[in-house]
């Protein structure tokens, strides 16, 4: 059984720091591509950020220079720093895993469909 968990949401001023953690369980973690999306109320879930099983890795503009993304295969983590965060920054943050077999998208337009599998979420607030 496939399991996926986000920890590390926290409310942090603006200007602040925060790092999230993904452990996955139940697969071969280096064989997956991993990538971090978020979803603030009323609005659709969007890509942040991803990182390939070669880890390379890829972010959307709103938080390029910002964010940084990781993976540590022998902790089956995925890590996902933020500094500088900003009031739009605030979100529920999902990690999302794919199978590198089955993952097809150019890793610069990931979308949710594109992962099988997704854990619960932790919250990040800014306030403004």
């Known amino acids: 059984q496939v399991q996926v968990l986000e920890s590390g949401g926290d409310s942090v001023p603006p200007g602040g720091s925060l790092k999230l953690s993904c452990t996955v369980s139940?697969?071969?973690?280096?064989?997956?591509?991993m990538a971090w999306f978020r979803q603030a109320p009323g609005r659709e879930r969007e890509w942040v950020s991803l990182i390939s099983i070669s880890d390379g890795e890829y972010y959307a503009a709103s938080v390029q220079g910002r964010f940084t993304i990781s993976r540590d295969n022998s902790k089956s983590t995925m890590y996902l720093q933020m500094t500088n965060l900003k009031p739009e920054d605030t979100a529920k943050y999902y990690c999302?895993?794919?199978?590198?077999?089955?993952?097809?998208?150019?890793?610069?337009?990931?979308?949710?469909?594109?992962?099988?599998?997704w854990g619960q979420g932790t919250q990040v607030t800014v306030p403004s």
């Open positions: 999302a895993a794919a199978s590198i077999r089955d993952y097809s998208t150019s890793y610069y337009e990931a979308t949710p469909a594109d992962f099988q599998y």
């Open positions: 139940g697969v071969t973690f280096r064989r997956f591509v």
